[in-house]
């Protein structure tokens, strides 16, 4: 026997018994952003690996150390896509989507990182991504954060993310607040972790993200971004703060919030959760109004956000109770006898038009009533339609309900569909 093939670390399969949830989570995603006005857009998995290294920033975790690089036949670097932005960014300047307009557009697909699989991050994951090119006004900031908040209500916790929120201001203020950044840390640079001390001198913004409780002792007398934020950055913030303010919407203003990825400046956010044990971000996003310019597009203010689903599924099967998921098959037809293969057939199908929501499964692969009733239980079928040749030569029909016990009935043909509509017509 050969040896069998198991699927590469990190990346995994999801089976018939996980993917209801997967389809029911998404469904209420789109119908959210489709509400909102917004449309899909659909990129490739892989990019030139320099739109990656450009966009997201050279010296950042993910380029240094996560991406999944190679070289093609042609030695032209390829990398498969660890994050949406770039691409959608790509692809808007190349299509000609972006100059003097406003979009409003999202996506899914899966996403690559090489990084130590653990629960709910994994080396193949799966995103929402939204991005808004063209607008620069905090509110449609707000808004993107409003229609999050409406989201979590959708899937049913609402009350287990909270919002923290910061603003990272423009690039040169960035640029003072690093060098004084650096220059206290560089008298406490005996306590920083190696991670620390390495991104001390590449990124030492992502120093304030640190994990490490020494470290963060550390920081909490290190200058305040704030204090350094320029006065466009500043006002932003203050408008976007008062319209959640008179919203309803909760956030915690966090400081040391700055996101991992170089292309974020003004509005940053993070939707967390600490139901899952260690805090983990659910959806995080920001603004990012340099990076079409960067990528060779003209100059356009743009912000967006990014929820992965492995965590999120994950979140919602820890927190809510009686998801509305069925995924069994509605109904079970069963058949025996020389002249009831079509007969079958056709009443599956008849059903399958006039009542499209309903999940109706056709036994064919032969056997008694008693094997094929073994099989419908285990489907999971509310009802049981069976064909025999008596009823087929009547042009009849019978309906047994499987999980009830109610008494079994007996229907002509011609009113299969007046009987189960008022089961299924808002299936």
């Known amino acids: 026997m050969a040896k069998t093939i198991q699927a590469i670390r990190g990346m995994n399969d999801y089976l018939p018994s996980d993917t209801p949830l997967w389809q029911w989570v998404e469904n209420k995603v789109k119908h959210r952003l489709n509400s909102y006005g917004y449309s899909e857009i659909r990129m490739p998995i892989v990019e030139s690996t320099p739109l990656f290294a450009r966009a997201i920033g050279e010296v950042t975790d993910v380029v240094e150390k996560e991406m999944f690089t190679f070289n093609d036949r042609d030695e032209e670097s390829l990398t498969l896509r660890p994050e949406g932005t770039a691409g959608c960014v790509r692809a808007g300047i190349e299509h000609g989507l972006l100059y003097n307009q406003e979009q409003r557009l999202w996506y899914i697909g899966p996403m690559f990182r090489y990084e130590r699989p653990q629960k709910g991050r994994y080396r193949q994951f799966h995103q929402f991504g939204v991005e808004v090119f063209g607008i620069a006004n905090p509110l449609i900031d707000a808004e993107l954060i409003i229609m999050t908040a409406k989201l979590w209500q959708d899937l049913g916790i609402a009350d287990h993310v909270q919002l923290q929120l910061n603003s990272i201001g423009s690039l040169e203020a960035r640029k003072n607040y690093r060098a004084a950044l650096v220059d206290y840390l560089q008298g406490h640079f005996d306590i920083l972790d190696e991670d620390s001390k390495r991104r001390l001198t590449t990124n ?224």
């Not at 991992?260 to 805090?279: H, I, P, R």
């Not at 927190?319 to 037809?333: E, F, G, K, R």
């Not at 079958?344 to 008693?370: E, M, Y």
């Not at 339609?385 to 043909?413: F, H, N, R, Y």
């Open 204 to 427: 030492p913004l992502r120093i304030l993200d640190s994990k490490d409780a020494k470290v963060q002792e550390v920081l909490n007398d290190a200058p305040k971004l704030h204090d350094y934020l320029d006065d466009d950055s500043r006002q932003h913030f203050e408008t976007l703060c008062s319209i959640l303010d008179q919203y309803g919407i909760k956030y915690e203003i966090n400081q040391k919030l700055v996101r991992g990825l170089d292309y974020y400046n003004k509005t940053v956010f993070e939707w967390v959760t600490s139901a899952l044990g260690a805090q983990g971000t659910v959806c995080g996003g920001g603004r990012y109004d340099g990076l079409v310019e960067q990528l060779g597009g003209h100059a356009t203010p743009a912000v967006g956000f990014a929820m992965g689903l492995e965590r999120l599924v994950l979140l919602i099967q820890e927190v809510v109770a009686d998801l509305p998921i069925n995924p069994n098959v509605d109904i079970y037809i069963v058949h025996q006898g020389d002249n009831t293969t079509l007969p079958a057939l056709q009443v599956a199908t008849q059903i399958r038009d006039q009542l499209p929501q309903t999940k109706v499964l056709l036994h064919c692969s032969g056997g008694n009533f008693k094997k094929q009733f073994k099989r419908a239980d285990k489907s999971g079928a509310k009802f049981a339609i069976i064909l025999g040749e008596d009823e087929v030569a009547q042009q009849q029909v019978v309906i047994k309900d499987l999980l009830s016990g109610a008494e079994q009935v007996t229907l002509p043909m011609s009113e299969i569909i007046n009987y189960l509509t008022p089961f299924y017509q808002s299936h």
